[in-house]
């Protein structure tokens, strides 16, 4: 009986910082308030865990989320090699330069290194991350670090521009048109479970709404903002419980480390894409706001206040979700190991 209410106490505590944080009015601010409820809690001594059914369940979601927004046109788009070249060399850039930071300067171990070093997708990341601790606390930090740097680089360069959609809940199909994808990912992505496949619910998540949308576009498969808040108060509990063991220290420490991989990650991103608008002919700034990490809508809102294309920018953030999302699953086990956590000398 402790272990299930252990597993029920973080969600009401999660929704209940998702809603003030909602209420702030801060960018991000129902993550930051879910992950800040449930931290606060685990501080003062309260037992948490999330099982594996709640993180599948955040997998699943993710992957419908990005499949969903995965379109024909977006396919045939894709033809151009050159800017899916460009796309995958930035990528690559951005990892190489922010692991290798981590790991000579940081002195951080290998796994945590390769994770923090993602551009974007923290969500994804931290489902497959390790389970507790400072290692899992560190790809947290540095991740929230990164999102909230560029989120703000991102509106001052749209000039000042917040993303002010109001949530939409949806229409009754809608939530019925997720059910049948959600329940073939689900069967599919136990199948791959019992191979080891790394984050299978994401791979097949995304695999089946993007095969709807791509297969009968007249379907219109989205998910709903209430269910993409359930996945965001699940995630917030996740992160919120592996930050227990975090100390002030610690926060600073790894505070420092997500700004230096985002001033790195920023920097490469300006050369990657000045480099190709060389090469290509392409405009710098769509190349630069369709390489930056950050997330589809608002980088799409940000191309469109900017006078660029924001489909093309649209089309560059899915393909780099879709490929973070998928990888997992094409990475050897051992990789997703964590090794011993050897935390960095304090001074």
């Keep these: ?8 106490i973080p969600i009401p505590v999660a929704a209940l910082g998702a809603w003030l944080g909602f209420l702030s009015g801060l960018p991000l601010g129902e993550l930051i ?6 931290t606060a809690l685990s501080k003062w001594g ?7 059914p709640f993180v599948a369940t955040v997998q699943l979601l993710l992957g419908i989320s990005v499949g969903s927004t995965v379109t024909a046109s977006m396919m045939h788009e894709l033809t151009d090699f050159s800017i899916l070249l460009g796309l995958l060399v930035c990528m690559t850039t951005q990892i190489l330069v ?29 489902t497959v991350s390790g389970e507790e601790g400072p290692a899992s606390g560190r790809i947290a930090f540095v991740h929230i670090v990164r999102l909230l740097a560029l989120l703000l680089v991102v509106t001052l360069i749209a000039g000042g521009h917040g993303d002010s959609a109001v949530p939409a809940t949806g229409t009754l199909g809608d939530y019925l048109r997720i059910v049948p994808v959600a329940l073939v990912a689900v069967a599919a992505g136990y199948l791959l479970e019992r191979f080891d496949v790394p984050a299978p619910y994401m791979l097949t998540g995304l695999v089946c709404a993007a095969a709807v949308n ?13 269910v993409a808040m359930v996945a965001l108060i699940l995630l917030g509990g996740l992160i919120g419980i592996r930050l227990r063991d975090i100390t002030l220290g610690d926060v600073l420490r790894y505070v420092r480390a997500g700004l230096v991989v985002t001033t790195l990650t920023f920097c490469t991103t300006l050369l990657v894409a000045a480099l190709a608008a060389q090469l290509t002919g392409k405009p710098f700034l769509a190349l630069f706001m369709s390489w ?14 900017l006078k660029l294309d924001p489909a093309f ?20 086990k051992r990789l997703l190991q964590p090794e011993p956590v050897t935390d960095a000398p304090r001074n």
């Design 292 to 305: 930056v990490p950050g997330g589809v809508e608002v980088m799409t809102a940000a191309a469109l206040l």
């Design 1 to 8: 009986m402790k272990p299930l209410i252990e597993s029920l």
């Design 214 to 226: 791509i297969g009968m576009p007249s379907v219109n498969l989205h998910v709903p903002d209430p």
């Design 46 to 52: 309260v037992r948490m865990r999330m099982p594996f």
């Design 33 to 38: 308030g879910a992950i800040c409820a449930v």
């Design 98 to 126: 922010g692991y290798n930071w981590l790991r000579r300067m940081e002195k951080w171990g290998h796994i945590e290194s390769l994770l923090s070093a993602i551009p974007g997708a923290m969500a994804a990341v931290m």
């Design 313 to 332: 920018v649209m089309l560059n953030h899915v393909v780099r979700m879709s490929i973070i999302h998928i990888s997992p699953a094409f990475l050897p």
